[in-house]
């Protein structure tokens, strides 16, 4: 059985997020706004199986996939684009590549104690988020 990343999750980092916008096109009023917002992550694990939520109040976004089944993403909730999104297992991780306009996209998460990591890739730029576990 993979690890559990059910429960909701308030972020306490988030580095490096309006250099990895920057790359990704993303307008500056956008950027200033999306750089000062605290996010809270809600996953719903069931198997292999993710219902994801992302919520701040700017704007919310939900993504929800099967682990090594490709599907295509809008990524309206932060660039506006369609990618074909893979998110597979390595070791207790899940690695993400976003294929599209943008080279070297995707993501990462991890936990380590009651802290779930978000690392966040396109071209040369990543961001590294932390959200600490609150039920």
């Not at 992550?41 to 089944?69: A, C, H, P, W």
């Not at 295509?72 to 597979?88: A, I, Q, S, Y």
Request: charged share 35%; aromatic share 12%; net charge negative.
């Amino acid at each position: 059985m993979p690890v559990d990343y059910n429960g909701r999750w308030e972020m306490v980092t988030n580095d490096n997020f309006e250099e990895f916008m920057k790359a990704l096109d993303i307008d500056f009023a956008t950027r200033k706004i999306a750089v000062r917002l605290h996010q809270t992550k809600v996953i719903v694990q069931n198997g292999d199986k993710f219902e994801t939520k992302t919520l701040s109040t700017f704007r919310n976004y939900e993504v929800n996939f099967t682990v090594g089944e490709e599907f295509e993403e809008h990524t309206k909730g932060l660039d506006n684009r369609k990618v074909k999104t893979l998110v597979n297992w390595d070791g207790d991780k899940l690695v993400c590549v976003q294929k599209g306009e943008k080279e070297n996209r995707g993501w990462k998460h991890w936990i380590e104690g009651d802290m779930l990591h978000l690392e966040f890739t396109v071209l040369d730029k990543v961001c590294h988020q932390v959200f600490k576990k609150v039920q």
